[in-house]
């Protein structure tokens, strides 16, 4: 996950590429992980009481779809509210305003696949997120988990300055930089 996604003016266009889809891929990445332990569960779960389930690879077309939906929605600033607060502030509203995106975006994309597939919208949205309110409040919530520790490790990144957090998980010891002994 980026830590920072501004893009300085003076970097050029294909630079500027390489990162975004670098971005894409680490989105993509951490939310096809997530949907695949969920759907793992999901197949878990309807087995153990006799019912066959495996679409192996709705988990990586929700986890690209969802991850263009995001890269969006931080291009346009969306949920930059809160900057100057603690940081479970913007954390909280990120993850919230994000999670109302989702959402809502998924609901256009299932009309619009359905329609191409010739269902009515009706028929669509009735399948949406397994059809039942107890499904998609499920489904919505288990997304608003994911979201939570996207956006702090985002947020905290983003405190810490650009690279600080990525260096301190993945390559410097655990021994604070007061503490060790050269």
Do not use: D
Not at 107 to 127: P, Y
Not at 141 to 158: D, K, T, V
Request: aromatic fraction near 10%; glycine fraction near 8%.
């Amino acid at each position: 996950m980026h830590e920072n996604a501004e893009i300085p003016p003076h970097i050029g266009w294909i630079e500027k590429l390489g990162r975004e889809l670098k971005e894409y891929a680490a989105i993509s990445l951490y939310l096809y992980i997530c949907f695949a332990v969920i759907l793992l569960y999901k197949i878990a779960v309807l087995q153990a009481h006799g019912v066959v389930y495996a679409p192996y690879g709705l988990a990586a077309i929700k986890a690209l779809i969802l991850a263009k939906f995001m890269l969006v929605g931080q291009a346009t600033k969306l949920g930059e509210r809160y900057r100057e607060k603690a940081l479970i502030f913007p954390i909280l509203h990120k993850s919230s305003v994000f999670l109302v995106l989702l959402v809502v975006l998924s609901v256009i994309e299932e009309v619009v696949a359905g329609a191409l597939r010739g269902r009515s919208v009706a028929t669509s949205l009735s399948e949406f997120a397994g059809g039942t309110w107890l499904q998609i409040l499920a489904e919505t919530l288990l997304l608003l988990l994911i979201l939570l520790p996207y956006f702090a490790f985002r947020q905290i990144g983003e405190y810490l300055g650009q690279g600080s957090l990525r260096r301190i998980l993945f390559v410097e010891g655990t021994t604070p930089p007061q503490h060790r002994t050269r």
